[in-house]
């Protein structure tokens, strides 16, 4: 019961901070040893989690958002220089700019914008976890690395 009440506090960090999580899990602050494979399942899960929990989330703010737009001001949209650039990184890159820069920007924004910009895309969820998978293997790599080169 122990270990799992510890993977769930691991789970839940990976969905919070998710770039931390797997330098924390490896570098033992709390003197638990997670080997390479458990640290990356976990933050994996976590971030799946997060990800499955904030699209639905994401979709649902879209809607709740989309119900409130006033019809009787026709305010012409202005495009701002960040409008333009948003706009361009978006049909440059698509969803993989986005599962680029996701490590960085957390799980639960990251959801959100996938609800938001890729609703359409069947497989963004799919897509968004796979990102966060292939994170977590390279971050848990180079965690462990760190810790064997202080040892």
Known sequence: ??????????????????????????????GEDWTWIETVL???????????VFYHFGEWLSAQLSRFKFKSSKKKKVFTRSRRMFVRL??????????MISVFISVP????????????????IPKLILGFATWSVLLTTL?????????
């Open 109 to 124: 924004l990251t959801g959100i914008l996938g609800a938001r910009l890729y609703k359409h895309d069947k497989a963004a």
């Open 143 to 151: 965690a462990y690395l760190l810790k064997l080169s202080g040892q």
């Open 42 to 52: 976990i933050t994996t899960t976590g971030a799946a989690i997060g990800v499955f």
């Open 1 to 30: 019961m122990a270990y799992l009440l510890k993977v769930l506090v691991w789970v839940l960090l990976s969905i919070a901070k998710f770039i931390a999580a797997p330098f924390v899990m490896m570098m033992n602050p709390t």
């Open 90 to 99: 978006k049909s440059r890159f698509g969803i993989l700019g986005l599962i």
